[in-house]
């Protein structure tokens, strides 16, 4: 069911299916992931960023050491590890991966933590003072200064690739430096690189776990940003997240840890399809031609099942329906929307462990029929589907699930009405254009993310438009210039 339940031949052109086996000069399609600031998260033995953790665990699953070494015990890890890791010499595997902060004091810690080693020294880039929490310091100084040396970075991990399929940026868009300087480098990015898929985990300010007063100016400066030069944007933020750890997983004190543990699962599960071969497969551009109906419309609502805290063993293992019944549920999305308040225009479901495609299929088909209402009738088959047999680990099966839901509104809304309630008396504004930005820039961002608002909501609020039965006569007699209403 949807779109890619059909297995087809192994292709190994750039955005197209590469089947198990399918290894040409072409290998797989690879990936540079950008992480900016860390998402601004400390750093330190206790509290790693999500993206940190990210490395870790498909570091986990691809059987890769803290030193790049291969310690797994299946071919299957090494078939597409590609992906994401460049094999250096002495067979180690070392990230294709930039890391960026416009402070020295992130990078100081990664290198002397146990991950340090994994990155190449030249993938660490840092500037020396910092972005104070200032988007246009981040876009228009501090980070403008920095952003060659990056570039440089960016350019020397892609001409390492076989078949560059796009790039990963993490980031959040609270601070100064992950918003401003993040979307600096996704618009150069995106001048040098077209063609190139740009995907972006981007981590929503909330009100209720807040560290600054200018995180809406952040935010809608950045998504300004983001409907321009990204192809797929994954929305998380921290209240969601805080609200799984309290509600559905009992944490009574949720540390970042939990946080990031949460997000990592996610990231790794997005990107499933790319790193391992299974039953059906897609990639990047697939998911992204599949999951945008209109360009703006870009932004996902992400989730996962079955989720368990950091460090816990999963002590039964779920069915498929269970799988699909919590994936769908609201309380494990980590974007604070209720998608039962929304349509979904598309929908992606990875599922991971052995199963059988057609139980899945029957189980995704019984949800949409189910919920009718809760999809958008004027799209068919609007659920895309990927099975890898390979899961998690410490689970037999898991789910990853990428909504494109209207709900998303919700969001939108909530930093646009902060950032309002704020630019209304114009309260902060001088940081900002003190470092040179334009003023009318704001009242743009502004109501860029508004029209975005409207546009979910007019597609939220469509009908089907029922097919007009042809006019024999009519139709036939307009002359050839006349192209009607």
């Known amino acids: 069911m949807g779109w890619a339940v059909r297995k087809r031949a192994p292709k190994t052109m750039l955005g197209t299916e590469a089947g198990p086996g399918a290894l040409t000069s072409c290998l797989s399609a690879q990936c540079v992931v950008a992480d ?13 960023s999500f993206c940190f953790q990210f490395w870790e665990v498909i570091g986990e699953e691809h059987g890769i050491d803290w030193a790049g070494s291969y310690r797994g015990d299946s071919a299957l890890q090494l078939e597409r590890v590609s992906v994401y890791y460049n094999e250096a010499h002495g067979k180690k595997y070392v990230p294709r991966a930039v890391l960026v902060d416009l402070e020295p004091g992130t990078m100081d810690s990664i290198r002397s933590s146990r991950l340090g080693a994994l990155f190449q020294p030249d993938s660490f880039v840092h500037g020396n003072s910092g972005a104070g929490n200032n988007w246009a310091k981040g876009h228009y100084t501090e980070g403008a200064e920095l952003v060659e040396s990056v570039l440089d970075a960016v350019r ?21 430096t992950g918003s401003g300087m993040g979307t600096l480098l996704l618009g150069k990015i995106r001048e040098e690189y077209p063609d190139r898929i740009l995907n972006s985990f981007s981590v ?13 100016y952040n935010a809608v400066l950045s998504v300004h940003q983001l409907l321009q030069n990204s192809d797929a944007c994954f929305c998380i933020d921290n209240e969601a997240l805080y609200d799984i750890c309290f509600r559905t997983l009992r944490l009574a004190t949720p540390t970042y840890g939990d946080l990031n543990h949460l997000v990592s699962l996610t990231m790794s599960g997005v990107t499933t399809s790319l790193r391992f071969p299974g039953q059906l497969n897609a990639d990047l551009r697939k998911l992204a031609v599949n999951m945008v109906p ?38 494990n999305t980590m974007a604070a929307c209720d998608p039962r308040r ?16 057609k139980e899945v299929d029957a189980q995704l088909l019984a949800v949409q029929t189910r919920s009718s209402g809760c999809f958008v009738e004027w799209i ?12 998690p680990r410490g689970l037999s ?22 950032f309002s309630a704020m630019f209304k008396r114009k309260a902060f504004v001088h940081w900002y254009t003190g470092e040179g930005m334009d003023i009318n820039e704001f009242a743009e961002a502004e109501s860029n993310i508004q029209d975005l608002v409207s546009e979910y909501q007019q597609l939220q609020d469509a009908e089907a438009v029922p097919e007009e039965k042809e006019e024999v006569g009519g139709e036939a007699e307009r002359e050839p210039g006349d192209k009607g209403h």
Do not use: W
């Open 156 to 176: 020397a991990e892609a001409e390492g690739c076989d078949c560059l399929q796009g790039f990963q940026l993490v980031h959040s868009l609270g601070g100064g």
């Open 397 to 418: 099966m898991a789910a990853t699930f990428i909504g494109n839901s209207t709900a998303i509104q919700e969001l939108f809304s909530r930093i646009s009405e902060h």
């Open 294 to 331: 209109f360009p703006r419309l870009h932004f996902f609502m992400p989730g996962f099942a079955p989720l368990t805290a950091q460090g816990s063993q999963q002590y039964r293992a779920l069915s498929v329906a269970e799988l699909t019944q919590q994936m769908f549920d609201a309380r």
């Open 204 to 216: 929503m300010p909330s009100p209720k776990v807040s560290d600054t007063v200018v995180e809406p």
């Open 36 to 48: 900016l600031a860390l998402v601004g998260v400390p750093l330190d033995t206790d509290l790693p």
């Open 342 to 357: 929304g349509r979904y225009l598309t929908v992606a479901c990875i599922f991971r462990g052995r199963m059988s495609t």
């Open 380 to 391: 068919p088959n609007n659920v895309k589907v990927a099975v890898c047999d390979i899961p």
